[in-house]
């Protein structure tokens, strides 16, 4: 699976940006779309989370209420609506797909994107 990001850039606080995934090449059962996040001088974070039917959604706590996770599968693209966003927001983001492992329980995150960066000024 290849996973093209796009959509980052600046806004001001209380902005919005809708970033996009779009992957192409076979999946291999990696059908869970997820979106991560890097600031400068931290570790990557989980965002929010996809099930293949869309059914299902997972969000960190620090932005649940403000993102919101969707995917079209006809044109095999994920979206993160951002909303209300927050310097502490600001970080580069990253797609992922993934699927979930019976045996240790988690999701594995097989495939990345290269990553789209978001600034949020204050």
């Known amino acids: 699976v290849q996973l093209q990001a796009s959509g980052g850039g600046l806004v001001q606080t209380g902005g919005s940006l809708k970033l996009s995934c779009v992957a192409s090449?076979?999946?291999?059962?990696?059908?869970?779309r997820g979106w991560f996040r890097r600031a400068p001088g931290k570790e990557r974070e989980f965002v929010a989370r996809?099930?293949?039917?869309?059914?299902?959604?997972d969000y960190s706590h620090s932005v649940k209420g403000r993102f919101t996770i969707t995917r079209d599968r006809a044109e095999n693209t994920v979206h993160l609506q951002m909303n209300s966003l927050k310097p502490e927001d600001t970080a580069t983001y990253y797609c992922?797909?993934?699927?979930?492992?019976?045996?240790?329980?988690?999701?594995?995150?097989?495939?990345w994107g290269q990553g789209t960066l978001v600034t949020v000024s204050s």
């Open positions: 090449g076979r999946t291999d059962d990696n059908d869970e």
């Open positions: 996809i099930n293949w039917s869309g059914s299902r959604t």
């Open positions: 992922a797909a993934g699927k979930y492992s019976r045996s240790y329980l988690t999701y594995e995150w097989n495939y």
